[in-house]
């Protein structure tokens, strides 16, 4: 997938420290969530799509870059 971020578009393979909008929250451990805008509107914890292995191997089921797109 192709990913547009400010000044350039760049090809992510993965969700896990390849997607610019994967985070970590809390801690002491901290938590792996999405930063999205989409989740801007949305309760606190609906950023917390992500887990592994999905995330290792591709994109969590609810991320809001792969909806539209044909698996």
């Known amino acids: 997938m192709k990913v547009k971020i ?3 578009t760049v ?3 993965r969700c896990y420290h390849e997607c610019p909008f994967f985070g970590l929250e809390g801690g002491p451990g901290p938590m792996m969530c999405c930063q999205h805008p989409y989740f801007d509107d ?9 887990s592994h292995p999905e995330c290792d191997e591709g994109f ?3 991320c ?7 698996k």
């Open 42 to 50: 949305k309760d606190p914890y609906a950023g917390c799509i992500i």
């Open 60 to 62: 969590p089921k609810k």
């Open 6 to 8: 400010p000044e350039r």
């Open 11 to 13: 090809e992510i393979t």
């Open 64 to 70: 809001p870059l792969m909806k539209g797109k044909k």
